[in-house]
């Protein structure tokens, strides 16, 4: 094992410890290492460091975030090895964010309108469906927030959702209008009608025609 990877399992290890998950820095960072020990290099230059960051040539929007990576990693190499060097802030050019898309109250009520209508005519396809965008309509939870959801998440009774491990880590609480919880409820039950035995405790989180709570 190379300095450079040994020094960066313990930098890994010691974002990690902090609480943060790294997925994709982790993938990023030991392709970037991996690039450094193909060109026999042992120390974090600019011009390597740039050079790698615009990898591939025809990603422009990823160049900056894959430099904010290094950049980290860099600090941390630095204390290390007083050779190293930092790629400063804004030498690539940024990525910005598409504006989000608001959909008006007509476009929302045509969306589970349209859900109802999925074939077939007596499955549960329909009813999954037209519950999940009119749940993210209603409390604007991710997609993925929504999708994740099992049976204990969901308190009917007091009207609140529990969102675990979110966009950073953390759990919330999302409180739920009756108006919510009515439909949550009517779902609820036309599920176990139509799957019976097959509903487990954790199939909330199958939205694929399982189940929602």
């Not at 950049?71 to 204390?79: D, T």
């Not at 190293?84 to 898309?101: D, F, H, N």
């Amino acid at each position: 094992m190379s300095k450079l990877r040994s020094a960066l399992d313990k930098y890994l290890s010691m974002r990690m410890g902090l609480g943060y998950k790294y997925e994709h820095q982790t993938r990023r960072l030991s392709d970037f290492v991996t690039f450094m020990e193909k060109r026999k290099a042992k120390t974090i230059t600019m011009k390597l460091a740039i050079e790698w960051a615009t990898l591939p040539p025809d990603r422009h929007a990823s160049w900056a975030l894959r430099l904010t990576d290094v950049r980290g990693f860099a600090r941390h190499v630095a204390n290390l090895d007083p050779r190293t060097e930092v790629p400063p802030v804004g030498i690539l050019p940024g990525w910005k964010r598409a504006k989000p898309y608001v959909y008006s109250d007509a476009e929302i009520e045509a969306l589970l309108t349209a859900a109802l209508a999925l074939p077939p005519e007596g499955g549960l396809r329909r009813w999954t469906y037209h519950t999940l965008f009119g749940l993210i309509a209603a409390t604007g939870v991710r997609l993925t927030e929504a999708m994740g959801l099992e049976r204990d998440d969901v308190d009917l009774d007091t009207g609140v959702l529990t969102v675990r491990l979110t966009k950073f880590g953390k759990s919330r609480l999302v409180p739920l209008h009756p108006t919510t919880c009515e439909a949550l409820r009517s779902y609820a039950d036309r599920r176990d009608a139509h799957l019976g035995s097959r509903c487990g405790a954790t199939c909330g989180s199958a939205w694929n025609g399982k189940a929602l709570i």
